[in-house]
């Protein structure tokens, strides 16, 4: 008897409950606006890193150093792709 009155009190409070539409927070269009500044900024490090990696490695093949620039070139890249791909990443998380 208990069991029942609190499923029934239960199936009350979650009718009047509804389902809620989402609403953006106070400033969202701030916060937004600085994430794509910021993303921005990361994808123009991004080119920036591979042109100096770019750039090194030709003056090391040049003067004949050691090879430390195909590294720079192959982090330059993984960091973009997860730069890039963050976002959906976030989307992939959250809208489990």
Same mark, same amino acid.
């Given at each position: 008897?208990? +069991? @029942? $009155? $609190?499923?029934?009190?239960?199936g009350?409070? =979650?009718a009047q409950v509804g389902n809620p539409t989402p609403?953006?927070?106070p400033l969202a269009d701030k916060i +937004?606006?600085?994430v794509r500044f910021f993303t921005w900024f990361i994808l123009l490090g991004g080119v920036v890193a591979i042109v100096y %990696? #770019? #750039?090194r490695f030709a003056w090391?093949?040049?003067? #004949?150093g050691g090879l430390q620039s195909p590294k720079? =070139? %192959?982090g330059a890249m993984i960091g973009g792709v997860v730069a890039t791909? @963050? #976002?959906t990443i976030m989307n992939a998380v959250i809208n489990v």
């Open positions: 008897m208990i +069991l @029942a $009155a $609190a499923y029934d009190m239960y009350t409070v =979650v609403e953006a927070p +937004l606006q600085f %990696a #770019g #750039g090391e093949k040049w003067s #004949g720079m =070139v %192959a791909s @963050a #976002g």
